[in-house]
């Protein structure tokens, strides 16, 4: 395979995201979508510590995003959240959306004690499993979880 480049981005370009965002609302996925309108509002830039947003991209062309932010869902800033990640269907299984979210547990790894994330697919919970993530506890706005660092950290409350 080409090389892939995993790239921390501080500007979302419209154009370079279109064809995931088009691609990601033919199969009914609106977290692309949420992920253009909530950065150019400004409601969410991924810009606070322990925030970034990833793009891997192939021969220049974006073929994939996701970001960390810190649990909006949690009232607890050790607790840090995949959000908005989507892969081009084309380029799935190949390693790709792997190697993204690695990149996001290594961030995440620096700043917070529990990683989550909301997923709905089956393919997608097959995937995030596969990377270590458990399903249970379930809470409210979470479906999967991962434990960061060697302690075993549980969060006391929900916003």
Known sequence: MEQIDITRIFEIESVSLNHLLEESLSQKF???ERLIRDYRSGLNCFDKPGEMLLTASLQGAVVGIGGLN??????????????HFYVESVWRRQGIGRLLVNQLIHEANQHYQLLTLRTDTPAANKFYQKLGFKTQPNWEHTTHHLQLGDLNYLPLSLH
């Open 30 to 32: 609106r977290f692309v």
């Open 70 to 83: 810190r649990d909006p869902y949690f009232n607890d800033s050790k607790i840090g959240r995949l959000r």
